[in-house]
């Protein structure tokens, strides 16, 4: 009798300890039911990591913003929201792909890109839009958010690599290779037809220069040394690639490439001609940016003419292609 007693309370002991154990173990290893109505799926896990680090220039600030967001206010930055929503795909594109680059290419431990379109490209926050747009606001972030939201997750790619997918506000009639703007040939940023940025009514402007003024800049940027005693042929262009941008002018005698000219008098385009008096410097300029990628107002024209986004990236990035990119 005692004997059957201890089987007994041995057990009892036994079970109560294994209890808590089993009880533990449900938590930490939950059913394949449970895990399957508790676990994320993939897609909307790398949805919820798409965030970059953007610097603000005006406040001297990093901020980490959610991707979506971040291509809202880079789009609204960089193109007109009045353009045909095709055109405004292509841009929210092009503006994912060069975020993407930025992101896992740079490797920078204070911010993947900055604000300032000087430098990568621009973004505009909401308070921000709702300036610039005033009692428009409404409309066009409606408009812009159902945009990137249609193209959600979609990069450039060529031979499987991301992109640099720049763009400009209006070329000279035709894009620009990369190599004659920048030094480095790039296989699908080649010269390529834009025949509506011909209509632009901003496609031409022209910039006078007073002696004094051309000689001051002339002098600050390094570009002569001494006084001259007439502007008369004291710049002159040697040489134009076949869209027309300038590759090379003398001043005074020395060379120098159009691009260093363009940013010296701030003109609009490397895509210009000049005239010289014995007081004056005048520069002609076609187009708008540098030329390079997709041109902003021929996106427009080609939307309006009834091309998709796909067809106006394809156009403008000689061998691109359009992918799903969501993973970081």
Known sequence: MMKKFLVIVILAVLSMAFVPFLAINNVLSPTTEEAQTTQKPLETQNQAQQTISVFRSLTNTTEELDMFEYVCGSVAAEMPLAYHEEALKA????????????????????????????IDQGYIDSSQRKEKWGSDFEKYE??????????????????????????????????EDAENIWGSSVPYLKSVPSNGDKLSPQYTSSVVFSKEDFIDIAKKEKLIDKTPKSLENIIEIKETSSSG?????TVNGKKFTGEQIRKAFSLRSPVFTIKTTADTVTFSVCGYGHGVGMSQYGADYLAKQGNSYKEILTHYYTGAEIKSYNVF
């Open 91 to 118: 841009q929210a594109i092009a503006c994912y792909t060069n975020a993407l680059r930025s992101k896992t290419e740079k490797g920078k431990s204070d911010s993947h890109i900055t604000d300032d379109s000087t």
């Open 245 to 249: 941008t300038v590759l090379s002018v």
């Open 142 to 175: 409606s408009k812009l958010h159902e945009i990137v939201k249609s193209v959600e997750n979609e990069a450039l790619f060529y031979n499987d690599e991301l992109c640099v997918a720049a763009f400009h506000a209006i070329s000279g009639g035709n894009t």
